[in-house]
């Protein structure tokens, strides 16, 4: 089973929408949970963290359910900039690494 | 705004050839990695580094790689004899704290083995 597994998508969306993504993961141990974001051939960037008791940033909203082992990323108002590919990531406190999920695949449209 | 770099962008290399890739991390960064992802594939955690010695690696860090931080400033990854299955995207990171998941990437070297 996949560490951190997310649907790959693509989702297609017109400028404007809400979108959401999901994200499971399969270690009870992680403690820590990230968002990033990767444009095609680019660097990962961090989007976000997330917390217990979720958090917004501007038009992003991540949530964690630790009971569910599930992490969400909702995008309000979809720019046509934020087309990319968004990395679900956790890390355990034990560990240095951060572990990364497949991504999921944003194309916003006109 | 302070950014980690690396050096070259894209090296192509004959199997069984070695390979130095290299980084300078964002200045007052203490910890450093290595990630690597493979075309369509995810990013995966090969190596961190920290005071002078490795913290942590994969299973996929084995004899054939070496990292070095030589100058206190640069951060290098070497591919001691290089195989078809290493062509991928490197990717040096540095953080601030081992807590926060906040890793600035540098933009990767494109390594292609031949």
Redesign the interface.
């Known amino acids: 089973r996949k560490e951190v597994e997310q649907d790959p998508g693509p989702f297609n969306v017109p400028e404007g929408a809400t979108v959401a993504f999901n994200c499971t993961y399969s270690n009870s141990a992680s403690q820590?949970?990230?968002w990033y974001r990767?444009d095609c051939?680019?660097?990962?960037?961090?989007l976000m963290?997330v917390y217990s008791s979720g958090n917004e940033d501007g038009r992003f909203t991540a949530q964690l359910n630790r009971a569910s082992q599930y992490i969400s990323l909702l995008i309000r108002d979809s720019k046509l900039s934020d087309s990319a590919t968004y990395?679900c990531?956790s890390?355990m406190d034990s560990?240095?690494?951060?572990?990364?999920?497949?991504?999921t695949r944003l194309l916003v449209r006109p | 705004e302070p950014e980690v770099t690396q050096t070259p962008s894209h090296q192509v290399t004959q199997m069984g050839q070695e390979v130095i890739l290299r980084c300078v991390p964002i200045s007052n960064h203490l910890y450093f990695y290595w990630y690597r992802q493979i075309l369509g594939q995810k990013v995966e955690f090969l190596v961190s580094f920290y005071n002078n010695e490795i913290s942590e690696k994969s299973e996929i860090f084995d004899d054939q790689f070496s990292v070095e931080r030589p100058d206190g400033s640069n951060f290098t990854l070497k591919i001691r004899s290089t195989k078809l299955e290493d062509s991928a995207m490197y990717f040096c990171a540095s953080g601030l704290t081992s807590v926060l998941g906040e890793l600035f990437f540098g933009e990767g070297s494109r390594l292609t083995v031949l």
């Open positions: 820590s949970f990230f990767q051939r680019k660097e990962p960037k961090l963290s990395l990531v890390r560990s240095y690494k951060l572990i990364f999920g497949s991504g």
